[in-house]
């Protein structure tokens, strides 16, 4: 995306213009997804009577706590009447609204960093280093489950509901040992709905380490199992989509995945 950018130093022809320089364009997205690499241009010219280099200091704000930094920018020399190219690569690692601010300029862009968005049976890697797979959702309208005084029992929806088993997958991709994320993190959204997991008589296979929901694993053991949401019988997979939000004490992240 490029645009002009209007005054906020004076001068220039509507441009911003500070200390014999003018900021004649930008080339910033509006969105970037989180973790991945973009790039921040800006093109300057001299408007001065001799050759000299653009510097500024750069604020990056993000909407988390510890979030702030401070950079520096620099171009090479630039003739009188020329203009120059200026660009960077950068990440941010959490979803948030970050503003990116240049101080000699007095100017700040803001970015809309977002979650990924995945298929069914990718992995996203969060900041913590959690591996998660939604790896497939089957739809019943029946489950069968062993009780506790042994034999087999069959359990039917209500009418006009059924059952959608998600199968996820968290891996601790981390050197040192960590808790995985809760089921209850895990929701699956209907027609822009939240549904949270249904509490159903079968265990086994369920997304948990043990009888006690223990989650910690040392580096690089997973855990696998499945999650329960009852939704409506006219609902498909297509019309699914699987969300997982988690924090640290730095940030935020979201990954959603779909057909």
């Known amino acids: 995306m490029s645009n002009e950018t209007t005054t906020s130093g004076g001068g220039g022809g509507g441009k ?5 320089f003018q900021l004649v364009s930008t080339d910033v997205p509006k ?5 991945q690499q973009f790039s921040l241009s800006l093109t300057l010219k001299n408007v001065g009577d001799e050759p000299k280099a653009f510097q500024s200091s750069v604020q990056v704000d993000g909407n988390s706590p510890g979030a702030q930094q ?5 171009t090479d020399k630039i003739d009188p009447g020329k203009t120059t190219k ?12 970050v503003n990116y601010r240049i101080e000699k300029l007095d100017e700040t862009f803001t970015i809309d960093i977002v979650g990924e968005k995945l298929s069914f049976g990718e992995t996203f890697r969060s900041p913590t280093e959690v591996a998660m797979t939604i790896q497939d959702i089957t739809l019943t309208d029946h489950y069968r489950y062993e009780p506790s005084g042994g034999g087999s029992e069959n359990v039917e929806a209500s009418d006009g509901r059924q059952w959608a088993f998600v199968t996820v997958k968290a891996e601790n991709k981390f050197r040192m040992k960590q808790t995985l994320p809760k089921g209850e993190q895990i929701h699956l959204i209907v027609g822009g709905d ?9 265990e086994d296979g369920k997304y948990k380490v043990n009888r006690f929901g223990d989650r910690t694993v040392a580096s690089g053991e997973s855990l696998t199992g499945w999650l329960a949401y009852e939704i409506s019988a006219d609902t498909s997979v297509d019309d699914l989509t699987v969300e997982w939000k988690g924090s640290d004490g730095n940030g935020s992240w979201w990954a959603r995945w779909s057909q």
């Open 31 to 35: 969105q970037v997804t989180m973790g």
């Open 86 to 97: 200026w660009s960077t690569t950068l990440t941010y690692p959490y979803v948030a609204k």
């Open 70 to 74: 401070t950079g520096q920018m620099q």
């Open 16 to 20: 911003t213009t500070v200390d014999g």
């Open 194 to 202: 939240k549904v949270s997991m249904a509490d159903i008589a079968k």
